[in-house]
């Protein structure tokens, strides 16, 4: 199975940010555990590979955000 590299890290992976453990399976499933081809479209992977900052829980791997959006807000609440 080729994991995602930053499962270790992740809040989406590790569980607990859903109130529903079953969404959180879904994500891990969708975008987590599907490959690489997968993986990599995940908003909270592309976005951690641009910034040092911690990605907010509220950032889901398909946000309708786009990266720009995502970064740009997690620099203004800095």
């Known amino acids: 199975m080729d994991l995602c590299p930053k ?3 992740c809040p989406i992976f ?3 940010v ?3 453990p079953e ?3 879904i994500y891990r ?3 987590c555990k599907a490959g690489k081809d997968k ?3 995940c908003k909270r992977y592309i976005v951690s590979n641009m910034t040092t900052k911690q990605i907010p829980n509220n950032v889901m791997p398909n946000c309708y ?3 720009d959006e995502i970064i740009n807000e997690m ?3 800095a």
């Open 23 to 25: 969404s959180e399976e």
């Open 65 to 67: 955000k786009t990266i």
């Open 7 to 9: 499962t270790e890290k």
């Open 14 to 16: 590790i569980g607990g």
């Open 39 to 41: 993986y990599t479209t």
């Open 29 to 31: 499933k969708l975008y």
């Open 75 to 77: 620099e203004n609440q």
């Open 18 to 20: 859903l109130q529903r």
